[in-house]
């Protein structure tokens, strides 16, 4: 059975720092993309970062570049995201997801490519 847990979510003042976890089971992880997506209320579900399998690279949205950084370790089939100089409007549910369509080349930003999602983890930044 496929799996993705995210954890790591919480309350942080502006300009905080937290890391996300997302521990995958039941698939060979180095042969999906996994992404993290965000949905604040009353807003669509959006990609903030991806890691590309196989080591094919990292991709972010340009609201986090330069705070957020994506990174897996295949060893343990998690992928985490750290999230320095956190802003208001940072505030959201995180979600991580997998994908297997051109795994080592797309960074897919259409929610609907992804074939597993976790729960999501609430990430709440206040000013």
């Known amino acids: 059975e496929v799996q993705l847990v995210e954890s790591g979510g919480g309350l942080v003042q502006a300009g905080g720092s937290l890391r996300l976890s997302c521990a995958a089971s039941?698939?060979?992880?180095?042969?999906?993309?996994i992404s993290w997506f965000r949905q604040a209320p009353g807003k669509e579900r959006a990609l903030v970062s991806c890691?590309?399998?196989?080591?094919?690279?990292?991709h972010y949205a340009d609201s986090v570049k330069g705070r957020f950084t994506i990174s897996a370790d295949n060893a343990k089939n998690t992928v985490y995201l750290q999230m320095d100089s956190l802003r208001s409007e940072d505030t959201a549910v995180y979600y991580c997801?997998?994908?297997?369509?051109?795994?080592?080349?797309?960074?897919?930003?259409?929610?609907?490519?992804?074939?597993?999602w976790g729960r999501g983890t609430q990430v709440t930044v206040s000013s």
């Open positions: 039941g698939f060979t992880f180095d042969d999906y993309v």
């Open positions: 997801a997998a994908a297997t369509d051109n795994p080592y080349i797309s960074c897919h930003s259409d929610k609907f490519v992804y074939e597993y």
């Open positions: 890691s590309l399998g196989g080591g094919g690279g990292r």
